[in-house]
DNA sequence: CCGATAGGTGTACGCTTGTACACCTCACGG
DNA sequence: CCGTGAGGTGTACAAGCGTACACCTATCGG
């Protein structure tokens, strides 16, 4: 009894995963198909069946990815702030930064809420980015005031790749008014 | 040479429209199709074709009619109010009120901004409804507070849809929060 | 050096899709 | 009462889809 024949490619999985996360971001979900990822991740389209039950499994797997990336970048943000001040400023860049710049996470932000309906693991998966955003920014400022820069990250990041015209200045303004009140925890 | 055969039905289109609406909250655009559209607006297959150009000119108009009747609830409930106080209850309305009671306008408007991705006409739709909605707005606040209120809709909607811890009181705290530096202006 | 077997893939199947268009219906001018 | 043409539809087609699985490959214990 032969043992043999160990994987080729042993980060395959992980390859279709992100190449999954391109397609999406280029075609949509609607355009999302077996072959084309299995196009963009350069492997051959029967291992699309063999790694992963189907193709919702695929894009549920997609979106944890882009989760856990997008929030540990937040993260990184808003850890490395230290005063009050620094940490206003922490959420300014988050809203107006380099993670939106490309239009890529946003994109992918719409169809991982649009694909949230019809999919509870995912919502979870929402849910749980929302919460570890919120345990980032709760480090700095009270419960309350942190519900309110959360959402406020999605409306101004939304609203923003619509109407340039609201500069870094008015985001700063906002997240002003929106801090102003807040009862300062022990932070770090 | 004969006139004749007026339409059978001449609000057909109309109802294909809402149709397709109703196609896109229960399925997704990756599962709207003709055939599902026309047994939603119990219409035969051929007169998708016959009425519209192709799926893309009817999910257009159907995402133009929800910006439309969406855009005139927000300018309804925003003209009744005559204080600023009242203003400032129209937003907290807006927020939790029953536009997004039913998960129905929300799957719509993700739906809508996922679509709006590969359709420049609809992003001209989304802006000319932010627009509208900032004219509405306006009316009671200057516009630095316009726009925040306008991206607090966005983001405390999509958020409290999947964080319902998120009260009516923080809201109506938070709104007050991003009103309280506002300059008032001439108003009705 | 030779099975045996774990790992991986090419191909083919049944189905659904968007779309075009040949055809049908029937109100009306003559 | 007939012929005409505007209005509308059933059907068929090619393309592309997800998925399953028979088959190939290459390693290694013996």
Known sequence: MAVAHRPKDPQRREKIIAATLDVIAEHGISG???RRI?????V????MTYYFTGLEELLTEAFMLLA???SARYVEILDAATTRAEAREAMV??????????????????????????NERVREVIRHWMSQSRVAIGRHFD??????????????????SFQPEITLDMV????????????PTASL
Chains 1, 2 share one sequence.
Do not use: Q
């Not at 299995?38 to 350069?42: D, P, V």
């Not at 051959?44 to 291992?47: A, Q």
């Open 32 to 34: 999302t198909t077996h």
């Open 38 to 42: 299995a196009a963009a991740a350069e």
């Open 44 to 47: 051959p389209l029967g291992s």
């Open 68 to 70: 856990t990336t997008t």
């Open 93 to 118: 860049e988050i809203i107006t930064g380099d993670i939106w710049e490309t239009p890529r996470t946003l994109t992918l932000s719409y169809e991982l809420y649009a694909f949230s309906i019809k």
């Open 143 to 160: 419960p309350m005031t942190t519900y309110a820069l959360d959402a406020a990250i999605e409306g101004l990041t939304i609203h923003r």
């Open 172 to 183: 700063r303004e906002i997240v002003d008014r929106l801090t102003r009140n807040d009862a």
